[in-house]
């Protein structure tokens, strides 16, 4: 059990910069998920955690110790691989026995560890095969059961679930959710998949182009986004975004696009005149937070091309003047593509054009 | 096809009619693909079986030759099978102690293919997981090629000049350097392609369970990798075993030569003994044969290895 403190991590390959002056706390027994994607360095910043890459500038502490020089043997993390890395010739037992024996660890309790892990994992069945004779969810659980039974201060995941298939990716996330709740110990979850962030994160630290866009609980991350990025990652419809300029009309502000004039709350204004003086700004707003009505009045008006049914909802599909947008209605919506709707935006975020800040 | 015409009784009996029609055209593709296989497979066996005669019939011509009689030998057409088979030649070619040159040829094929590889395994495993400057790992692999395709007849007279300045002609052990040197960098080709085979991920799993990077290259990839290690060295072992030109010039006494260079020393200057020579070049062969086919499994699936991922 420690906490994990990366403090200024740089880290360059040739000339390319993989990680850009990164600080983040990760406090002991914390679930954090950095999610990013491809490329975001968010492996690289757990590969330096791990100590199969050294940092080119930068400290990582875990619990009180500088752990930069460190093997990684001397670390005592464990890390699941994406391709799970299992040792193919040896049974599964044998893989999840070989951190134990390297530490010479007494034949009995070897025996003992490895079954005890088996059987929360539920993998008992599958012990004295190898892994190439193994399903994938099985492979993974060893995998898993290769990390847990060396009681490691921290876990390390990259990415686990991406190999295996959807039904069995829920099923997991709340697996690993309950394992690292039930160990207590530490572990940093890497991840492009927002879903899976959100599931299972105490905190997320969203990453991209190397440098950390946002720390925060999954409510935070959703609901406030720091950045247009982080809006624009995060949701699995994702938000809408309205290019446009903030204006002052009949003594109020708005936010006035080709397509929507929007009212501006007063507060709101008062920021937005602070941090974007020339008042360029783009509207961002999450589809359930589109209200609508089947009207033909109103100022903000657009068509319905498609709809999406998902079962649980539909998604609208919206169009005007070349913006789409999407919105969320019941399932047994009467809305059908064609009609026009009346729309009306109430909680939304403002994005400065010229730095991507949240404007708030 | 019946499914989807359930809907509609009157196109049942339409979707019945053309499920049928279709049945006797995949019959008919179906029985025309299958001739193709058989004519393309008969193609293959015949082809294999007239490079398996190209290669087998003269190392049976040798064996047969070494307990023909001269009679059999002069005979014209050749016989095929001996009429009066003798085992002169194979009695004198031990009478002039073959043995010790068959014992010269272990000996220095196997310990040059052991040094070979204990240079080669650690060189293709820098060149492959070290994070060297790719500019200078480009440069050192392609000279390695470059080495590995030079003809040997090329460096045997310098290297034989060196020799004679170092004094160390005519002895066993510069034979196994030179055959260590000279098989080091095929041996680090063909090892670097098997090495990048083994997926960097399962080395780091055992670095992270809290191996070292020695402990994990011994427990982890060469057991791994070791059907292609095994092969290489059977390749190496035979290459050695075989090699002709470098041997010549470096050793000239009967004490000290190799195989191949004591079956020509049975060729005097007049007369040619073909019993003997053949019987020479019999043994020659044995080891090479011995190897291929206790050792087929492994050659294929190691010299496949880079193919198939």
Request: proline share 5%; aromatic share 8%.
């Amino acid at each position: 059990m420690a906490e994990v403190k990366i403090v200024g991590l740089t880290k360059y390959f040739g000339d390319t910069c993989a990680v850009n002056h990164l600080d983040l706390v990760v406090k002991d027994g914390d679930l954090v998920v950095l999610l990013g994607p491809s490329g975001c360095g968010k492996t690289t910043t757990m590969r330096c955690v791990a100590g199969l890459e050294r940092p080119t500038y930068g400290d990582i502490y875990i619990g009180e110790r500088r752990v930069n020089d460190l093997e990684p043997r001397e670390r005592d993390v464990a890390l699941v691989f994406q391709s799970y890395a299992l040792y193919p010739h040896f049974t599964a037992f044998d893989n999840i026995a070989y951190p134990l024996r390297l530490r010479k660890t007494p034949k009995e309790e070897i025996n003992r560890r490895v079954t005890d892990v088996a059987e929360l994992l539920g993998i008992t069945h599958t012990l004295e095969r190898q892994p190439g004779l193994c399903s994938g969810g099985e492979q993974q659980r060893i995998a898993l059961g290769r990390a847990i039974v060396r009681e490691p201060v921290v876990f390390l995941m990259d990415e686990p679930l991406s190999n295996i298939d959807a039904l069995l990716r829920v099923y997991m996330r709340a697996e690993i959710k309950r394992l690292q709740h039930e160990l207590g110990t530490t572990m940093i979850y890497v991840t492009h998949d927002q879903v899976e962030a959100m599931t299972m994160a105490d905190m997320i630290a969203v990453m991209n182009q190397g440098t950390l866009q946002q720390l925060g609980t999954p409510g935070d991350i959703y609901d406030v986004p720091a950045n247009n990025f982080v809006a624009r990652f995060v949701g699995s419809t994702p938000m809408n975004f309205i290019p446009g300029r903030l204006r002052q009309k009949d003594s109020q502000t708005v936010h006035e696009s080709d397509q929507f004039v929007i009212p501006v709350g007063e507060e709101m204004a008062v920021r937005a005149s602070e941090m974007c003086p020339d008042g360029k700004c783009t509207l961002g707003i999450r589809p359930e937070d589109i209200r609508f009505t089947m009207s033909d009045e109103g100022r903000n008006q657009a068509q319905v091309f498609l709809l999406e049914p998902l079962g649980s909802e539909t998604i609208l599909d919206i169009e005007k003047e070349g913006l789409l947008l999407k919105a969320k209605d019941v399932a047994t919506t009467q809305i059908r593509p064609g009609n026009t709707l009346s729309l009306s935006f109430d909680r939304f975020h403002l994005f400065d054009d010229a730095t991507g800040q949240a404007i708030r | 096809m019946r499914a989807t015409g359930g809907r509609d009784v009157m196109t049942n009996e339409q979707a019945i009619d053309s499920s049928t029609s279709e049945q006797i055209n995949q019959e008919v593709v179906l029985a025309a693909q299958k001739r193709r296989l058989n004519l393309k497979k008969a193609l293959v066996v015949v082809v294999l079986y007239m490079a398996a005669f190209w290669t087998l019939v003269p190392m049976y011509w040798v064996a047969l030759t070494s307990v023909k009689s001269l009679r059999d030998l002069a005979h014209i057409p050749p016989r095929l099978f001996p009429t009066d088979p003798r085992i002169d030649a194979w009695v004198t070619i031990f009478e002039r102690r073959i043995l010790e040159n068959i014992v010269n040829s272990l000996v220095v094929a196997g310990f040059a293919t052991i040094f070979c590889l204990l240079v080669a395994v650690p060189a293709a495993y820098a060149a492959t997981r070290m994070r060297l400057p790719l500019r200078f790992v480009g440069i050192v692999v392609a000279l390695m090629g470059l080495v590995a395709l030079l003809p040997p007849i090329a460096s045997a007279i310098p290297l034989y000049l060196l020799g004679s300045d170092l004094g160390i002609i005519d002895e066993k052990y510069t034979l196994i350097i030179l055959y260590t040197v000279l098989n080091t960098a095929f041996a680090v080709w063909v090892l670097r392609g098997t090495f990048m085979d083994v997926p960097v991920d399962v080395e780091e799993a055992a670095l992270m369970d809290g191996d070292t990077r020695f402990g994990a290259v011994r427990r982890i990839l060469l057991p791994l990798i070791f059907p292609s290690l095994f092969s290489i060295a059977i390749l190496l072992f035979i290459f050695n075993w075989n090699e002709y030109i470098i041997a010549l010039y470096f050793v000239n006494s009967m004490s000290t030569m190799t195989l191949p260079i004591a079956i020509q020393a049975q060729i005097p200057q007049h007369e040619l003994d073909w019993g003997v020579v053949s019987a020479a070049g019999t043994i020659a062969v044995v080891p090479v044969l011995v190897a291929a086919f206790t050792l087929q499994r492994f050659l294929v699936r190691g010299l496949t290895f880079g193919v198939a991922g």
